[in-house]
């Protein structure tokens, strides 16, 4: 049965409090991974092998996050040159944070920028996307 | 001094799991330093010890190509002390592996009491910190950790 966007918000949220080692009153919707909680680059990887188990219902079956396709720290040369964004990079991290303000990112094409935008939310956007719930 | 807290391998499945054994002598300098009248190993050294045993696991599995550093400790809690004349086991196991890097889970144990339970991560230095500069050479595994394998894989039979 397809999972709820409570219960994969739930789920979201005991990897966070697991992986950051934050207060589970402090892992709400719209709180920044790197501003609000305090994650560092390693804990992006600990975070995706985190979700991996935690929606694995089936060992058959594994909950795989390939390289990339979550965190926009990890896009690939298509999106990023040198540090800037290109235009398909732009609409990508349009598309997958349709929550953040990027206005900002907008003008500078700054790929720095990004993971200081990624959210609680934007984690259980792709969680549903990705679970097709 | 060596900086390699474990002394050999007793068990290693690739990719999967690894023990060390680790004998703790009076000799050791350190034990004498932190409360000069109460030899202990710290748990830091005692994290060491772990970090070195799931970190040759994890650089095994991928051949030794990638620069394996320790890049979070997840979770360690200690349960005892550990003291001079003990010998204590590090038990590590892989959880999961990636190109990026790999988490890896297990306990710490002497005569079959629980001293600790870790949890820590590692990375994969060149596939995550790109554009920084690292040596050529892979300079996480010396020839002084890579013997210790090589000893346990000739069934600890060393030849000269």
Not at chain 2, 99 to 118: D, K, R, W
């Given at each position: 049965m397809a999972l709820s966007r409570d219960e994969i918000y739930s789920k979201v949220q005991g990897v966070l409090v697991d992986a950051l080692g934050v207060d589970e009153d402090d892992v709400t919707p719209t709180a920044s991974l790197r501003a609000d909680l305090g994650a560092e680059s390693i804990d992006f990887l600990d975070i995706t092998f985190r979700l991996e188990k935690a929606f694995t219902t089936?060992?058959?079956?594994?909950?795989?996050?390939?390289?990339?396709?979550?965190?926009?720290?990890?896009?690939?040369t298509e999106f990023v040159?040198?540090?800037k964004l290109t235009d398909a990079g732009l609409a990508e991290v349009h598309r997958r944070l349709p929550h953040a303000d990027l206005a900002k990112l907008d003008q500078t094409r700054d790929s720095a920028l990004i993971p200081d935008l990624f959210a609680v939310q934007d984690i259980v956007d792709y969680i549903q996307r990705k679970l097709g719930s | 001094m060596r900086w390699i807290w474990i002394d050999k391998f007793i068990e290693f499945t690739p990719r999967t799991s690894a023990t060390t054994v680790k004998n703790v002598s009076l000799a050791e300098e350190h034990l004498h330093d932190l409360y000069p009248d109460f030899p202990v190993v710290p748990h830091s050294l005692l994290v060491e010890g772990f970090a070195q045993t799931a970190g040759i696991l994890v650089g095994e599995a991928r051949n030794f190509a990638e620069?394996?550093?320790?890049?979070?400790?997840?979770?360690?809690t200690f349960h005892r002390l550990v003291r001079p004349g003990d010998t204590i086991h590090f038990i590590a196991r892989v959880d999961q592996l990636s190109e990026q890097g790999a988490s890896t889970s297990g306990t710490?144990?002497?005569?079959?009491?629980?001293v600790g339970e870790i949890e820590m991560m590692f990375s994969h230095i060149d596939q995550n910190m790109a554009g920084l500069e690292f040596p050529e050479h892979n300079f996480v595994f010396t020839e002084q950790f890579t013997e210790l394998l090589k000893g346990y894989r000739a069934g600890g039979v060393v030849t000269i």
């Amino acid at each position: 049965m397809a999972l709820s966007r409570d219960e994969i918000y739930s789920k979201v949220q005991g990897v966070l409090v697991d992986a950051l080692g934050v207060d589970e009153d402090d892992v709400t919707p719209t709180a920044s991974l790197r501003a609000d909680l305090g994650a560092e680059s390693i804990d992006f990887l600990d975070i995706t092998f985190r979700l991996e188990k935690a929606f694995t219902t089936d060992p058959t079956k594994p909950f795989k996050i390939p390289r990339g396709e979550l965190f926009p720290e990890e896009l690939n040369t298509e999106f990023v040159q040198e540090g800037k964004l290109t235009d398909a990079g732009l609409a990508e991290v349009h598309r997958r944070l349709p929550h953040a303000d990027l206005a900002k990112l907008d003008q500078t094409r700054d790929s720095a920028l990004i993971p200081d935008l990624f959210a609680v939310q934007d984690i259980v956007d792709y969680i549903q996307r990705k679970l097709g719930s | 001094m060596r900086w390699i807290w474990i002394d050999k391998f007793i068990e290693f499945t690739p990719r999967t799991s690894a023990t060390t054994v680790k004998n703790v002598s009076l000799a050791e300098e350190h034990l004498h330093d932190l409360y000069p009248d109460f030899p202990v190993v710290p748990h830091s050294l005692l994290v060491e010890g772990f970090a070195q045993t799931a970190g040759i696991l994890v650089g095994e599995a991928r051949n030794f190509a990638e620069k394996v550093i320790l890049a979070k400790v997840s979770r360690a809690t200690f349960h005892r002390l550990v003291r001079p004349g003990d010998t204590i086991h590090f038990i590590a196991r892989v959880d999961q592996l990636s190109e990026q890097g790999a988490s890896t889970s297990g306990t710490i144990t002497c005569g079959g009491e629980l001293v600790g339970e870790i949890e820590m991560m590692f990375s994969h230095i060149d596939q995550n910190m790109a554009g920084l500069e690292f040596p050529e050479h892979n300079f996480v595994f010396t020839e002084q950790f890579t013997e210790l394998l090589k000893g346990y894989r000739a069934g600890g039979v060393v030849t000269i």
